[in-house]
Nanobody, 124 residues
Framework: QLRVVESGGGLVQPGGSLRLSCAAH????????VGWFRQAPGKEREGVSC????????IYADSVKGRFTISRDNAKGVVYLQMNSLKPEDTAVYYC?????????????????WGKGTLVTVSS
């Protein structure tokens, strides 16, 4: 079954770090741009970061610049989101999404696969 699966979420104190992983199953991730999105309770989904297939284009939301780092290992078929200096407002369900013809900041209709999400809770 073709899908992406997130992992690495959990409970962390403010100022702490987590690394999320997005693993591709059933397809070659190296051909796909991958984005991380999040949705906090009562809020709309927002884009967090995105990386194109060869890592030459990387973007971040202003709210996470300087704290989050996206990277990918195409040999393993995994995209990572390293999250440092976490704040309570980073609490959300984090989703990864991959699209063969998707470009970072492009239309979401070009996304082929959405994960089910992983919960990140930042609280003391």
């Amino acid at each position: 079954q073709l899908r992406v699966v997130e992992s690495g979420g959990g409970l962390v104190q403010p100022g702490g770090s987590l690394r999320l992983s997005c693993a591709a199953h059933g397809f070659t991730a190296g051909y796909y741009a991958v984005g991380w999105f999040r949705q906090a309770p009562g809020k709309e989904r927002e884009g967090v970061s995105c990386i194109n297939k060869n890592s030459r284009q990387i973007i971040y939301a202003d709210s996470v610049k300087g704290r989050f780092t996206i990277s990918r290992d195409n040999a393993k078929g995994v995209v990572y989101l390293q999250m440092n200096s976490l704040k309570p407002e980073d609490t959300a369900v984090y989703y990864c999404a991959a699209g063969l013809y998707y470009v970072c900041s492009g239309p979401l209709r070009d996304i082929d696969y959405w994960g089910k999400g992983t919960l990140v809770t930042v609280s003391s």
